[in-house]
């Protein structure tokens, strides 16, 4: 399946035959205080930068109507994000993942987002697009 959108994503979780888990990671892009002209100059043009995650969040998608329902419960906590990367795992058949099998995740996710490792991950503009990085 195509995941273009953040209902593309809630649709792909629902549909799955193991229960799932999805994890969020909202990031703001910063850039680096030893930047290049030409890394400032990619930053101010929104194509580059340093990627900084500032919190995260794991759901079922039962729990999720929308991406506004995600973003709305973010913006509680006054951070000002760029774009937040998405993953899902499952659990066993019949169960949902354990919770120290989410947490396990969720370190993984922040450590590849901090090293620059993004292939496994979905990341949403805050509209909800999905979109490429490279």
């Known amino acids: 399946m195509d995941i273009s959108c953040f209902d593309d994503l809630l649709l792909a979780a629902r549909s799955q035959p193991l229960p799932q888990r999805l994890l ?22 929104v194509q580059g930068g ?18 506004t329902t995600l973003t709305d419960e ?27 099998s989410v947490e396990s995740a969720l370190r993984g996710m922040l450590q590849d987002i901090q090293h ?3 292939g496994a991950y979905i990341p949403f503009d805050p509209l909800g697009n999905a979109f490429r990085i490279e």
């Not at 990671?25 to 290049?36: I, M, S």
């Not at 900084?52 to 998608?61: A, G």
């Not at 973010?74 to 919770?99: E, H, Y």
Request: aromatic share 10%; net charge negative.
């Open 50 to 67: 340093a990627l900084s995650p500032l919190m995260c969040v794991d759901k079922s998608p039962s729990e999720l109507d929308s991406f």
């Open 116 to 118: 620059g490792r993004l």
């Open 24 to 45: 969020f990671v909202f990031c703001a892009a910063e850039l680096p205080a030893n930047a290049t002209d030409e890394q400032a100059a990619r930053f101010h043009a």
């Open 74 to 100: 973010a913006t509680q906590f006054g951070q000002s994000w760029n774009m937040v990367f998405a993953a899902a795992i499952s659990g066993p058949p019949g169960q949902p993942p354990s919770a120290e």
